[in-house]
């Protein structure tokens, strides 16, 4: 049976990432789709691992070639989903998540109105704030960019079919999970891998 497409989107600092990992961690029904940047790798990032960091001219490339299922440019560096990565999961019957922002989620919309759409919110805007901050990754700078561009954000939450709280990482990374096992329970995906010929 072929996986299901996860879109996973939501502001800078609310745990995307935290989710992700404790996810891959614990399901191995599940695969992270390793997105390609051109933003320099933060310490302890590792090339293929976090990301695959590129050069613009070399990430120019890839838009050519049209290796992406979506990209976009995100806090002024680019970020893209490899088509043949997601191709190759889905072939194989995981679901593939994407870590995406809103921007890269519209496009996959567009293209694969059938997957699943989640956006991560925080507890509250002081949290977020916080985390954004404890997470000692960006300067003072990056960080007011960061919060600024929440609120744009959380104005497509309409375009989502799922909202989860990230107020504790457990209980938030068991409702991802609990929304990818019931989405494969759908009616409608199982009749279009088994059609009419139930028996
Ligand atoms: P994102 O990928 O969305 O930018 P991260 O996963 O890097 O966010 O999380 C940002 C910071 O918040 C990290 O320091 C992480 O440890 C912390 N964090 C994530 N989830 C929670 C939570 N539920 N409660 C407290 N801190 C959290
Ligand atoms: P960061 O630089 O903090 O790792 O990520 C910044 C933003 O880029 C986050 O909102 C993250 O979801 C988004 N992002 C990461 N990979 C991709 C991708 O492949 N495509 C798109 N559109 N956004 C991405």
Known sequence: M???????????????????????EKYNDLALSVSATTRKARAGETDGKEYFFYSLEQFEELIKQEAFLEWAKVFDNYYGTSRAYVKKVLAEGKDCILEIDVQGAMQVKKKCPEAIFIFLVPPSKEELARRITGRGTENEAEIQKRLKMAAQEMTYLKDYQYVVVNDQVEAATEKVRAIILAERCKLSRWLNCHGEDLF
Not at 2 to 21: A, E, F
């Open 2 to 24: 072929h996986g299901n497409l996860v879109v996973i989107s939501g502001p800078s600092g609310v745990g995307k990432g935290t989710i992700c990992r404790a996810l891959m």
